[in-house]
């Protein structure tokens, strides 16, 4: 069992057809082949309390500690706040921002034309100035529902979507869930027109309350399509890739969702 682990995490890593960017979190960089492709645009789809700005946060650290610039937009919390829950795991942001290695930007939904403009124009201006190769948008959810309808809605992120690739930048995207639908983002748009999703997932057993990770789609690469286990510790998110999560009837928790997003 154990050669054939070893067996398909090295088919893993030999499938790279492009460069890989690090999540920061090596089980998970073991889940994707290697990590992100380059210019991929990732959504992170969880419950609150899965640790979704964990994860964009380790991503940009891991950015800024390999010399790299990185962009952080957040939609909902202050600077100072995404600043304070860095620091809570060890990260000191604040010497990037100093450095200008790292911009935080927070986005005003009371001014809805001055967030979509800074979205459509001066984002690409400060990706090409700042040099950047990371950015993280969270939450992608309150950035969608600035607009009146679901038709509106969809152009808006087709659009924001076209104008990232075409930078080249490696963009990482949070997402809440469906209240109706654990298995869908809240706006059931972004998931389609991303290229890659990842599903962060607690569930609760007679024991105790299980934290999961399946990474659903990444396009033009090979990755593993099981359920594992992660924690949140003092240090950042903590992914077991040779672990398996179940049901208590013994089923893969994910089944459902390899019907939709499989790509």
């Keep these: 069992m154990a050669d054939s682990r070893c ?4 088919r893993l890593y030999k499938s790279k057809s492009k460069e ?3 999540s920061g979190i090596n ?19 969880g419950d609150t309390g899965t640790g979704k700005t964990t994860l964009a946060l380790q991503y ?3 950015g800024l500690c390999k010399g790299e610039s990185c962009i952080y937009i957040s939609i909902e919390e202050e600077i100072e706040s995404i600043i304070s829950t860095a620091a809570s795991f060890g ?6 921002i100093e450095k200008k290695k790292l911009e935080l930007l927070k986005l005003d939904l009371s001014d809805i034309k001055n967030a979509a403009r800074r979205i459509k124009v001066d984002l690409p201006e400060l990706i090409k100035s700042f040099g950047a190769s990371r950015l993280v948008i969270d939450s992608i959810t309150l950035f969608s529902i600035m607009f009146d309808n679901s038709i509106e809605r969809r152009i808006r992120l087709v659009d924001l979507n076209k104008t990232i690739k075409k930078m080249g930048i490696t963009a990482l995207y949070t997402s809440e869930t469906d209240t109706k639908n654990p298995f869908h983002s809240k706006d059931g748009i972004i998931e389609y027109s991303s290229d890659g999703i990842l599903f962060l997932q607690q569930s609760e057993s007679a024991r ?10 990444m396009r033009r690469t090979v990755h593993d399509r099981i359920s594992r286990p992660y924690e949140i510790t003092e240090k950042g998110i903590i992914v077991y890739p040779m672990e398996m999560v179940y049901h208590s009837e013994g089923e893969d928790v994910y089944g459902e969702m390899d019907k939709k997003f499989l790509g």
């Design 27 to 45: 089980g998970l960089d073991e889940m994707l082949g290697g990590g992100f492709p380059a210019g991929h645009i990732i959504v992170a789809i």
């Design 91 to 96: 990260w000191d942001l604040n010497n990037y």
């Design 208 to 217: 105790n309350m299980k934290m999961m990770v399946r990474v659903i789609k």
């Design 20 to 22: 890989r960017i690090s």
């Design 7 to 10: 067996q398909i995490l090295e």
């Design 60 to 62: 940009i650290y891991d």
